[in-house]
């Protein structure tokens, strides 16, 4: 009886520690394992950004159409529910990469590198926000001449008093970039026109909204939807198209079904 009730004990302290080593190795574990919101402070969520960064390539991704409007261009991405990318261009004048990085849906940081090009210079700069139930508790950039060089500089701390932006400010642009991933509200896209070149044809789409944004899908392959808009594209005027793309080169490609 003894021999037995020791195997049981033995056989339970292994299966235990089984569990947690399954725990500590599982990805999605990782990724949940950092502390809760209201424990965060720069370091966790700095090693929690580079696990997210780390398993992009696993998650399920969705990118959101090409908006126009004037000299600006932008685009989002998703990959799972940790992370939110924007990337935007104006003109010549400057580009911008914003992330968004969450945990259980709450925002614990973003970061942004952007580019601003003139006359005289181009200048890189790097800012990173932290934050911890909604709010700003931390704030650090770096700036630099070259991309090469903004990259080998530490991050200086930046005081709070010179945020200019309101905490909302950040949740508030999550809600926008998640209507463009979705393309809700005022990025949701109307077809316009198909149009026939020399060397590519496009699917043009514009907004709801009077004067609002563009957008436009380059079509590489036809299939019998693309067929149907060629020939009958009166049918599809002003409506939403149920269709699948995917961003190349900063640029929307049709997905053929």
Known sequence: MKTYIL????????????????????PQTKLSDPHQTTDANAENILEYQKDVENNIKSAQAQQSLVYMLGDLSFYVESYGDNILIEHAYNGGES???KKY?????????????????SDDNTVFKDERVYMRNHTVFRIDGRMAAS?????????????????PNPDKNYLDNVTVLRDVLRGENKFEMLFESIRTFPDARYITLRSRE???????????ERDAFIDSLLNYPNLFKDKRLQINWEIKDREAVYLPK
């Open 101 to 117: 990085y969450f945990r259980n849906d709450s925002l614990l940081l973003y970061q942004t590198r952007s580019e601003l090009a």
């Open 147 to 163: 991309e090469s060089t903004v990259e080998e500089l530490p991050f200086i701390d930046i005081p709070l008093s010179q945020n």
């Open 210 to 220: 009077q004067n609002g944004y563009t957008a436009s899908i380059l079509v590489k």
């Open 7 to 26: 195997f049981i004990i033995v056989l339970t302290l292994f299966t235990l520690n089984g569990c947690n080593q399954f725990k500590s190795d599982h």
């Open 95 to 97: 580009t911008s990469l």
